[in-house]
């Protein structure tokens, strides 16, 4: 590897924040990252990304890294594809930089996944090889494509409208709670009618902003217990190792450090709420002042910084690193 390339992580994050980070968290995004385009260009800067592409492939057994690196979008953006498109591009991201040993920011003391995004974390944790994340992650997203088959629903970001609020609205109309991101962004999920019908209360109740999501199923809510059997027997054929940074999970905003309590949690959040906004509060009072988010674009940066404004959250995406490289 260029003996430069460690510099160059290095340098990307003293322009954001000096020598001293702190205590650092790691997150990873989940679904919803995806962009046709992503990890191409750390992929032609970054040996350890083009092996982690190759393997992807080869795990896969079609050409994941064309998917992402050309399209078309409607297929990227499909749960089946989208979901080990976003894993890998984060993987490799995260063995990008801390297989340099740059030991400032290769040892956080937590590590947490925004839904999706809790299977980047096992990797980083060191509880799922990359390979079997990646076909547990495949899995998982054929289980929510079929549900969303079988019983049509979607999603919708609310913003503007406090958690009780948002919470009498969902009753009302028959949705649920998915996703509680920030104190003004909260993404509910059900049924299609159901969903529309707690947009019209929340438009009449005050909300600033309501936005519809594309996604092809009401995930974290009921509708996706389809998936459940399905999810245990995937779990039950691999090996989870106790992980060696706790993780903060979504469904409990707090850390879990065993093998079995990470598996109970991929099952839970199937059909829970993403505690976000919680999780990153938990950090904050455990001592964390830096979060660093790896993996394509930088949705969770800007929504910890919405959470506490005194935090500091980066974003080491594939474009920035693929530009650091290079330059």
Not at 18 to 35: H, I, K, N, S
Not at 170 to 177: F, K, L, N, R, W
Not at 228 to 237: N, T
Request: proline content about 4%.
């Amino acid at each position: 590897m260029d003996p430069s390339f460690p510099t160059s992580v290095q340098l990307l994050l003293e322009e954001e924040k000096g020598d001293d980070l702190g205590e650092v968290a790691y997150v990873f995004p989940g679904q919803g990252a995806q962009v046709v385009g992503m990890g191409s260009d750390l992929c032609l800067n970054s040996p350890v990304a083009r092996t982690l592409f190759d393997e992807a492939n080869s795990v896969l057994g079609f050409d994941l890294a064309k998917l992402c690196f050309e399209g078309p979008e409607d297929q990227l953006r499909q749960t089946i594809n989208a979901q080990p498109a976003i894993l890998s591009v984060s993987v490799a991201c995260l063995k990008t930089v801390t297989e340099n040993d740059n030991r400032r920011i290769s040892r956080p003391s937590y590590v947490a996944g925004h839904s999706l995004g809790e299977y980047t974390a096992l990797v980083a944790a060191d509880v799922l090889d990359f390979a079997d994340a990646l076909r547990l992650v495949r899995e998982r997203g054929r289980l929510m494509h079929e549900a969303g088959a079988k019983e049509p629903g979607s999603m919708a970001a609310v913003m503007g409208l406090d958690e009780a609020t948002v919470e009498q609205v969902c009753q009302q109309a028959g949705a649920e709670i998915a996703n509680l991101n920030s104190a003004d962004q909260i993404v509910i999920s059900g049924r299609r009618e159901a969903v529309a019908r707690a947009l019209d209360l929340a438009r009449a109740l005050g909300a600033r902003r309501v936005v519809p999501l594309d996604v092809s199923g009401a995930f974290h809510s009921s509708l996706m217990e389809p998936t459940i059997d399905g999810m245990v027997k995937a779990i039950g054929r691999f090996r989870f190792r106790e992980p060696s940074v706790p993780i903060v999970v979504n469904s409990l905003a707090r850390p879990v450090t065993t093998a079995d309590a990470i598996k109970a949690e991929l099952i839970r959040q199937l059909c829970h709420c993403v505690h976000w906004q919680r999780s990153v509060e938990y950090m904050v009072r455990a001592g964390v002042s830096t979060f660093i988010e790896v993996g394509p674009g930088q949705v969770l940066s800007g929504l910890i910084k919405r959470i506490d404004r005194n935090i500091e959250a980066l974003s080491l995406n594939d474009a920035a690193l693929a530009k650091k490289i290079a330059g």
